[in-house]
């Protein structure tokens, strides 16, 4: 079956067909960075992850942009409150939301730029907006003259009429049409600005995405991501704004996935109910929120609690212990290069089963079935006394790829096996006994790096993984 993708334009699952052969082009819609990332902002950054490692374990080439906002009126708030600057302020955030999204296993994006980096390309963006009359000025302002965009509207399958003017948009004086809205904001005294035909001021959020889409990857790209709730109105207007101005469609596939809710609550600032993904991490591992992202369609809503991370952490450990299983018996198995043409077909079926399901418009949930059957195959293989290394590697590097796309394995257990780690306690048992304290440092740092602790009991040493 070939790759199927629901696209919210279109609100049909259609097959996935690149603009160029072989290639993607995909931007994801990046973070204000004003705060720390909660675990709701993880589900858009671990669910278009995945679609990117898919993407490429297919022999795609992605190019997988996601930008930062680092100036808006949010920015200006906090950099004020906090008193720090602005640039100061994004600094910090940015190297924080680098910091939490490489602690959960996502691949560094191929580029984040910022809009700081691109004011020019945004203000030159809005001249052409007001030179095809798409745009006009109001009092150091500029605005997007929706009623002009006959498409809009198209992505939220509203019309014009049916937007609650004034409740989601505010009603300005300045604006022809409430449903408008700003592309360049007048500075107000003291704010940060940058100089353009329209006096000092600063690009508002929309315009920033279809500068920076178009001057990174192209008048129309191939997929659009981001979290349901920038469907309306930010994903609408950047449409009205590129289309405006190529005459060509944005993206061919625009993605979205649905909320994380905490306890089936809404998780608001109201309610305190936010968890940072940097506390998280504290307390579980990242590969078992990781899991848990993946446990349900990226179009359905998610529950997280205490439960369903239990659940998660449960069903990932059988997968993990088939796998360091794996790998703790081939030091012991028989050199054999021959494997059971049924096994093979059987293992073939199931990596055919896990590509289709990816293939339904990424269906992580089904997906991981075809890991289980694979966990099953591997566990019936391991009951016998003799095994075989090209089995036991058969398995393992099947359960590599599949974690290729999904990154829920510990990669600890890759790096030391269980009787490296014996070994190595012996060894620094000698270097003691020798005086080797040097060595014996040497050992245990090594251990300590790998996440594996030391215990001193009555009965010996004891270890355990971090
Ligand atoms: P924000 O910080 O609200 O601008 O959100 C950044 C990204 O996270 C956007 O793609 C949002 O749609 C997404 N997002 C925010 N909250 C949640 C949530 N509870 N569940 C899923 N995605 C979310
Ligand atoms: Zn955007």
């Known amino acids: 079956m070939t790759l199927?993708?629901?696209?919210?334009?279109?609100?049909?699952?259609?097959?996935?067909?690149?603009?160029?052969?072989?290639?993607?082009?995909?931007?994801?819609?990046?973070?204000?960075?004003?705060?720390?990332?909660?675990?709701?902002?993880?589900?858009?950054?671990?669910?278009?992850d995945v679609v990117r490692r898919y993407l490429e374990s297919q022999q795609y080439e992605v190019n997988y942009i996601t930008n930062f906002t680092d100036v808006d009126d949010k920015m200006i708030r906090k950099?004020?409150?906090?008193?720090?600057?602005?640039?100061?302020?994004?600094?910090?955030?940015?190297?924080?939301?680098?910091?939490?999204i490489a602690a959960i296993g996502v691949h560094e994006a191929s580029m984040n730029p910022r809009v700081t980096e691109n004011i020019q390309e945004i203000v030159d963006f809005i001249a052409v907006l007001v030179e095809k009359d798409y745009a006009y000025?109001?009092?150091?302002?500029?605005?997007?003259?929706?009623?002009?965009?006959?498409?809009?509207?198209?992505?939220?399958?509203?019309n014009l009429d049916e937007l609650q003017y004034g409740?989601?948009?505010?009603?300005?004086?300045?604006?022809?049409?409430?449903?408008?809205?700003?592309?360049?904001?007048?500075?107000?005294?003291?704010?940060?600005?940058?100089?353009?035909?329209?006096?000092?001021?600063?690009?508002?959020?929309?315009?920033?995405?279809?500068?920076?889409?178009?001057?990174?990857?192209?008048?129309?790209i191939d997929i659009h991501g981001g979290g349901?709730?920038?469907?309306?109105?930010?994903?609408?207007?950047?449409?009205?704004?590129?289309?405006?101005?190529?005459?060509?469609?944005?993206?061919?596939?625009?993605?979205?996935?649905?909320?994380?809710?905490?306890?089936?609550?809404?998780?608001?600032?109201?309610?305190?109910?936010?968890?940072?993904?940097?506390?998280?991490?504290?307390?579980?591992?990242?590969?078992v929120f990781r899991f848990f992202m993946l446990s349900a369609h990226y179009r359905n809503p998610l529950n997280f609690s205490d439960e369903s991370l239990k659940q998660a952490a449960n069903a990932l450990e059988r997968i993990q212990n088939a796998y360091d299983n794996l790998k703790h018996r081939l030091a012991t198995a028989s050199d054999s290069s021959e494997v059971d043409p049924q096994l093979t077909d059987r293992v073939a079926a199931i990596v055919a089963q896990f590509v289709d399901k990816m293939n339904d418009d990424f269906n992580t949930p089904d997906a991981i079935t075809a890991v289980f059957e694979l966990v099953a195959e591997a566990n019936l293989y391991l009951q016998q006394e003799r095994v075989h290394a090209a089995v036991l590697q058969l398995f393992i590097n099947q359960l590599q790829a599949f974690d290729q796309t999904l990154g829920i394995l510990s990669q600890l257990a890759d790096e030391l096996l269980d009787e490296e780690i014996e070994q190595l306690i012996i060894d620094r048992t000698e270097a003691r006994k020798s005086k080797n304290w040097a060595r014996a440092d040497e050992i245990r740092d090594l251990l300590t790096e790998k996440g594996i602790y030391l215990e001193d009991t009555p009965q010996g040493i004891r270890w355990r993984r971090k």
């Open 4 to 48: 199927k993708v629901y696209n919210t334009l279109t609100r049909k699952k259609e097959e996935f067909i690149p603009i160029e052969p072989g290639k993607v082009k995909m931007y994801v819609c990046g973070p204000t960075v004003y705060n720390y990332i909660h675990i709701g902002n993880g589900r858009p950054v671990i669910f278009f």
């Open 79 to 100: 950099a004020e409150e906090l008193a720090v600057t602005v640039p100061e302020l994004a600094e910090t955030f940015i190297h924080a939301f680098l910091e939490d």
């Open 137 to 158: 000025e109001a009092r150091g302002d500029v605005y997007y003259r929706t009623s002009k965009f006959a498409d809009y509207g198209k992505l939220s399958n509203q």
């Open 167 to 220: 409740i989601r948009i505010e009603v300005d004086d300045r604006k022809e049409s409430p449903q408008d809205f700003v592309l360049w904001k007048a500075a107000k005294p003291g704010e940060i600005y940058w100089d353009s035909p329209w006096g000092q001021g600063r690009p508002g959020w929309h315009i920033e995405c279809s500068a920076m889409v178009r001057k990174y990857l192209g008048e129309t």
């Open 228 to 287: 349901h709730d920038l469907t309306f109105p930010h994903h609408e207007c950047e449409i009205a704004q590129t289309e405006a101005v190529t005459g060509q469609p944005m993206a061919n596939y625009w993605m979205h996935n649905a909320f994380l809710n905490i306890d089936n609550e809404k998780m608001s600032k109201s309610l305190g109910n936010g968890i940072l993904i940097r506390d998280l991490v504290k307390q579980i591992k990242p590969e």
